[in-house]
């Protein structure tokens, strides 16, 4: 019983750390080549529609998203792509984000009467990562190739209110311009609702504003940062980033902040700490190969910050 009691902890408080950092901001982390650890930038939904009389069944698979070795820092950058759908029916842009995409809303569109010029994709997306406070600013560096497009980034904190959500603060960018080098955006956010707080934000990105766009407009994105009024800054959305993951003989902890002692430790599944140390800094390699195979959870802290990682050991 204690054992068990253990282990539920250990996952309550590894779930909330997570629920309030997103580590994977500067795109260092893919569970394959098309999924970046964190972000949602895929959906597949089937369902039969009636068109024109005619019952049809209709299969999405939306994949916008590609890992890049084109990186602005560190090895991997993410590259969003618009998409061709439904035999050619529908183009859609590239988005990827912090929420989760209503399939269900997006498949009950009126096929017989659609009008690609009123169907905005990211109306179709909702949530997004807990987070109770309202940055100042939130920056990334990009690259952009439009083929005819504008794209755009969108941040969007919100809070239940009386059963409905609404929108506490945002913030919008976009630009139709050709970006060849990466180039720091840094988009202001504007507080809608004064003294409330958020409970979740979301990050938006999209190769172009609407359905009547061209798939072939790409966008690389990297180092997204929130910036706030005291000054911190959180590179990554999490100030450590960890690879590789999953692993076999070391993970590397590679802290945003330099020169600045943080401590780890590392959990097995049960909540026993496996490792640790109370005075790192700047990089730091662990071996892990003594470690039996599974999932760990590494908690590290910094200047008072708590951050936490899954890690996926397979020896």
Known sequence: MKKILVTLLALCFFTFANAQNLSNGGFEEWTNDTIATGWTSTFNASTVIDYMGFPVPVTINYSSAHMVTEAHLGSYAMRIQGQTLLSGMMQVPGVCHLGVFDTEAILNTDFDNFDASSFNLTDYIHGGIEFAQIPTSVSAWIKYYPTGDTMQMTIIATRWNSGTREIVARGDYSTSETITDFT????????????????????????????????????????????????????????????????????????????????????????????????????????????????????????????????????
């Open 184 to 315: 720091l955006i840094d988009i202001p956010i504007d507080t809608l609702i004064d003294n409330a707080t958020p409970d979740t934000l979301n990050i938006i990105f999209t190769t172009a504003q609407s359905s009547e766009c061209n798939p072939e407009s790409d966008l690389i994105i990297d180092d997204i940062q929130l910036n706030f009024e005291n000054g911190i800054t959180y590179l990554n959305l999490n100030p450590f980033t960890v690879t590789p993951n999953p692993t076999t003989d070391f993970i590397q902890i590679h802290p945003a902040v330099e020169n600045v002692p943080y401590q780890v430790q590392l959990f097995d599944v049960n909540g026993k700490i496996v490792w640790e140390n109370q005075s790192l800094i700047n990089d730091t390699q662990i071996d892990v190969q003594r470690f039996t195979q599974g999932v760990y959870f590494l908690q590290t802290q910094q200047n008072g910050k708590s951050s936490s990682h899954k890690i996926v050991i397979n020896n």
